[in-house]
């Protein structure tokens, strides 16, 4: 047996000085190009059709949540990082998003979004405010921040808003 272990253990050493396949320090080191599908042809500004007729873009069904209880806009290493809650009207509110107006631009330095959550169909109106609480982040780059005063998040009950 310990003969066995002596040997194996030569033969391990060995062959990791080597630069071959057998090696498992070299398995995942270093990269190679390949090319992709389509080579130069494609034109990867040009979305690619997938069919005769194509279908449309998907329209998000949320709904704008009753009201805005917190907003937090913390500095991140690249942007910021905005996290708002909010109470849904209904209990189980899911897929929270902050969707942007005015296509993401700001307008005199203000930055809006309207906080959306898609409700359930079987979702129960009411109940305390800790059961219908919906949280969403959403992360801003330093371009997207350019010329940016302050941010606000819309509700239907209410805003909030944070200066810079």
């Known amino acids: 047996m310990r003969v066995f272990v002596l ?44 069919g005769f007729v194509s279908k449309p873009d998907e329209v998000y069904p ?27 009207y209904v209990q189980g509110a899911f897929s929270v998003k902050l969707m942007p107006q005015n296509d993401g631009k700001p307008v005199k ?9 898609i409700h ?3 979702g129960f109106r009411g109940g305390a405010d ?8 959403h992360s801003l780059t330093d371009q997207q921040l350019a010329g940016v005063r302050t941010i606000k998040v819309v509700a239907i009950e209410n805003a909030r808003q944070a200066r810079r």
């Open 7 to 50: 040997c194996l253990a030569i033969a391990v050493m060995g062959v990791s000085a080597c630069n071959s396949r057998y090696n498992p320090v070299n398995w995942f080191d270093g990269s190679e190009e390949v090319d992709v599908e389509g080579g130069a042809t494609a034109n990867p500004l040009i979305p690619a059709k997938s």
């Open 62 to 88: 949320g709904i704008t949540v009753a009201k805005i209880t917190e907003l937090k806009v913390e500095r991140v290493a690249d942007g910021a990082l905005i996290r708002a809650a909010g109470v849904a």
């Open 109 to 117: 330095g203000v930055l809006t979004y309207d906080l959306m959550a």
């Open 120 to 122: 359930p169909a079987s």
């Open 130 to 137: 800790n059961t219908r609480l919906v949280t969403v982040a």
